[in-house]
Nanobody, 121 residues
């Protein structure tokens, strides 16, 4: 499984970004987004799980972020609106084949390289 995350950048508070996670190779059970700020552990942001592409969100993402999957090109998107300075982090997409706890980073098997999101105040 190969993952390619993209779409990060610098944005002002209140702005939006859309992150993309291009996946390849296999039918994937769960695709998640995590973020990591300097000195912190991986924080769960959002995930989408088959068979019905049920979305899950961390508390920081609820009401502002939307996760979706485009089956045609095997890409998972994270639309982030109303961004805040505290959203600044490296965002990673990850894939899990048998995820028991959707919010737990250790349940995911493959990780992309990360994309930096910086939100200025």
């Amino acid at each position: 499984v190969q993952l390619q995350a993209s779409g990060g950048g610098l944005v002002q508070a209140g702005g939006s970004l859309r992150l993309s996670c291009a996946t390849s190779g296999r039918t994937l059970y769960a695709v998640g987004w995590f973020r990591q700020a300097p000195g912190n552990d991986h924080e769960f942001v959002a995930a989408i799980r088959r068979p019905y592409d049920m979305p899950y969100y961390g508390d920081s993402a609820k009401g502002r972020f939307t996760i979706s999957r485009d089956i045609a090109d095997d890409t998972v998107y994270l639309q982030m609106n109303n961004l805040k300075p505290e959203d600044t982090a490296v965002y990673y997409c990850a894939v899990g084949m048998r995820v028991e706890t959707i919010t737990r980073a250790s349940d995911y098997d493959y990780w992309g390289q990360g994309t930096q999101v910086t939100v200025s105040s």
